[in-house]
């Protein structure tokens, strides 16, 4: 279906949740707003074959339908299962349909959970796709910190974000890149502007330097960009 979600002027926007009206549309929305989204997945997919550990856990924190779960079941070894959990009981329900529809011999456990609750443990691949963004700044470092602390060694956290430049001419020329992007793929310019102020303060970036930072602090001591297209990274963090 169609992402027309602002294509008509709203009086009084709402601040971006996923409810039924974003999970409608997920699929088209993320593929026309987010570059390199099928690349990061395909990745987290090889990935995953490389990383995984026979007999533990992978998980997908902030599965939204499923995309990065199902790719991960196809590659993961003998034994493992994964943990799917989102906090938006419309995202998981869409989930269970997406993900039944495939065939694997991986379970999968569907949580409709604040991913900040959730208990890391024996974890050899742990994803967060475009979700850290959505947590307050200053929780962030607990969620990694956990996620460092439940993985096995050899194990990986994979963390796709957008992220803003601490240089301003960089963050305008690399934002106008973006902007165009979204026009190329038909987002007209009111459905753009009231996106953009619906996310405001309900989507706080980081810059790269802040997430590895971050991963550096949890015990990370092997991590960089994996992909990067325009302002949307992906982060592989290596547990020794």
């Known amino acids: 279906m169609k992402d027309n979600i602002y294509a008509q002027p709203h009086e009084a926007l709402a601040a971006f949740q996923f409810d039924e009206s974003v999970v409608a549309v997920f699929p088209d929305m ?12 395909t990745g987290i997919g090889e990935l995953t074959e490389n990383f995984s550990q026979p007999n533990s856990k992978l998980y997908d924190l ?27 009981s419309a995202m998981i329900e869409r989930a269970k349909e997406h993900i039944l529809a495939f065939h694997a011999d991986v379970p999968v456990e569907l949580l409709c959970e604040d991913i900040q609750n959730v208990t890391i443990e024996n974890a050899s691949v742990v994803v967060i796709n ?17 996620i460092y602390q439940g993985l096995k060694p050899g194990g990986i956290l994979i963390l796709s974000e957008k992220i803003h430049f601490e240089q301003p001419a960089i963050q305008s020329a690399i934002e106008h ?13 009111l459905e753009i502007g009231q996106k953009r102020a619906s996310l405001e303060n309900v989507l706080i970036s980081d810059t790269e330097t802040t997430h ?4 550096k602090t949890a015990g990370f001591d092997s991590a960089s960009i994996w992909f990067q297209a325009y302002n949307f990274v992906s982060f592989l963090a290596i547990k020794s």
């Open 30 to 41: 993320i593929q026309r707003s987010v570059p390199g989204y099928q690349t990061i997945l």
């Open 62 to 88: 902030g599965c939204s339908l499923g995309a990065a779960t199902i790719t991960m079941r196809r590659k993961a070894k003998a034994g493992c299962e994964i943990i799917a959990v989102d906090n938006s």
């Open 130 to 146: 475009f979700t850290l963004q959505f947590i307050e700044p200053e929780d962030r470092q607990a969620l990694i910190d956990t």
């Open 177 to 189: 890149l973006h902007l165009q992007f979204k026009r190329a793929n038909g987002y007209s310019e």
């Open 212 to 215: 590895l930072d971050r991963l």
